[in-house]
C-alpha cells in the first residue's frame, strides 16, 4: 500500500521556522513531482509549493515565496519544506502528494483522493501564534 506521511508541524511563534517532511512507503519519490499543500479552517486545501523529480524546478505559491524553500533527497526517499519567517496566517494542516509533472500536482489540491496514492495523508498541524 503506497503512503505519503507528513511530518515536522508544530507551535512557533511569528518569525519563527519548522522545517516539514514527507515520506512515502510503497513507492519511490524519485519517480514523482512531490509538491506541498495546506489546509487553513474554513478554507480549501491550496497547493503552496512543488519540486520537480530531480529537483530542478521549483515552484511557490505567491504566499510563500522568498520565506518557503522545497527540497529533496531522493536517496532517502524524502521530500522536505524549510518554512522561515512564519506569520499567523501559516496556520494549518500540511499535506504533500505527488504526479508526474508540477502542474499535475497542483491540480490535485482539491481532489478527495491523490490519484495513483489514494488517500490524503493525515498531514502535519503548523500553528503559528505568539
Known amino acids: 500500500q503506497v503512503q505519503l506521511v507528513e511530518s515536522g508541524g508544530g507551535l512557533v511563534q511569528p518569525g519563527g521556522s519548522l522545517r516539514l517532511s514527507c515520506a512515502v512507503s510503497?513507492?519511490?519519490?524519485?519517480?514523482?513531482?512531490v509538491g506541498w499543500f495546506r489546509q487553513a479552517p474554513g478554507k480549501e486545501r491550496e497547493g503552496i509549493s512543488c519540486?520537480?523529480?530531480?529537483?530542478?524546478?521549483?515552484k511557490y505559491a505567491d504566499s510563500v515565496k522568498g520565506r518557503f524553500t522545497i527540497s529533496r533527497d531522493n536517496a532517502r526517499n524524502r521530500v522536505y519544506l524549510q518554512m522561515n519567517g512564519l506569520k499567523p496566517e501559516d496556520t494549518a494542516v500540511y499535506y504533500c502528494?505527488?504526479?508526474?509533472?508540477?502542474?499535475?500536482?497542483?491540480?490535485?489540491?482539491?481532489?478527495?483522493?491523490?490519484?495513483?496514492?489514494?488517500?490524503w495523508g493525515r498531514g502535519t498541524q503548523v500553528t503559528v501564534s505568539s
Open positions: 519540486i520537480s523529480e530531480e529537483g530542478e524546478t521549483v
Open positions: 502528494a505527488a504526479d508526474t509533472l508540477c502542474p499535475k500536482v497542483f491540480s490535485i489540491a482539491t481532489m478527495p483522493q491523490i490519484p495513483g496514492f489514494g488517500s
Open positions: 510503497g513507492a519511490t519519490l524519485g519517480f514523482y513531482a
